[in-house]
């Protein structure tokens, strides 16, 4: 019940095109996920995060869309860059119970020039 | 935001030596926790640092492996016992700050038994 399912494992898409990773969960007492980035080499950097009573969010080209009912969320990202290739991790905690980071397996993103 | 700095950045280290990681945060924070990222894998939680009292250490991982102080709001320390090739992996420092609770990570350690 504390596992967040993320698909898929690696995505290529061309230059412009908009990359959406997909993440589901089961444990309705998360109220917060967040999305990270990660590069070769790095740390997880916090990217984007949404709470469960928004079912969407917007910075920059990141987006995230969230639907309570099916328990999923998902995050898109606008007029992909080759620079955005990276490995992406979507995350829910239960601040008022174990409060502790849950991830998804992490999806290896590729941005084609 | 919170920056946390991790060190060593990287080391090789012989089998059956034990080492220990240091992390500091800029700024007190309420929570810290250590991962271990294998290549390639998703981020596991190793345990919840607390301060002024022993770790809680998540199934699969004990003390006596991976002792974890925490002596204040800022720093904590993770020591990998005993190391096997197994151990070779990334360790990362996170810690809960800034406004919203935002959980941010350190650049990890990267670490490789030989």
């Known amino acids: 019940q504390q596992q967040v399912k993320q698909s898929p494992q690696s995505l290529i898409v061309q230059k412009g095109g908009i990359p959406i990773i997909n993440c589901a969960y089961e444990?309705?007492?998360?109220?917060?996920f967040p999305w990270y980035q990660q590069f070769p080499g790095k740390g997880p950097a916090l990217l984007i995060a949404i709470r469960p009573d928004v079912s969407e969010k917007k910075e920059g080209r990141f987006t995230i869309s969230f639907n309570k009912s099916a328990k999923q969320f998902s995050l898109h990202i606008m007029d992909s860059q080759p620079g955005d290739s990276a490995t992406y991790f979507c995350a829910a905690i239960d601040w008022a119970g174990a409060q502790k980071l849950v991830f998804g397996q992490g999806t290896r993103l590729t941005i084609n020039p | 935001s919170a920056v946390i700095s991790q060190k060593p950045s990287r080391d090789i280290c012989q089998r059956g030596t034990s080492l220990t990681i240091q992390c500091q945060v800029d700024s007190q924070v309420t929570m810290m926790f250590w991962y271990r990222q294998q290549p390639g894998q998703s981020l596991t939680l190793i345990a919840t640092?607390?301060?002024?009292?022993?770790?809680?250490?998540e199934s699969g991982f004990v003390i006596d492996k991976f002792p974890i102080s925490r002596p204040n709001l800022t720093f904590s320390t993770l020591t990998v016992s005993n190391m096997s090739p197994e151990d070779s992996s990334i360790y990362l420092c996170?810690?809960?700050?800034?406004?919203?609770?935002?959980?941010?990570f350190g650049e990890g350690s990267w670490l490789t038994v030989v």
């Open positions: 640092a607390n301060q002024g009292s022993e770790a809680t250490y």
């Open positions: 996170s810690a809960m700050g800034g406004s919203g609770n935002t959980i941010y």
């Open positions: 444990n309705t007492a998360f109220d917060y």
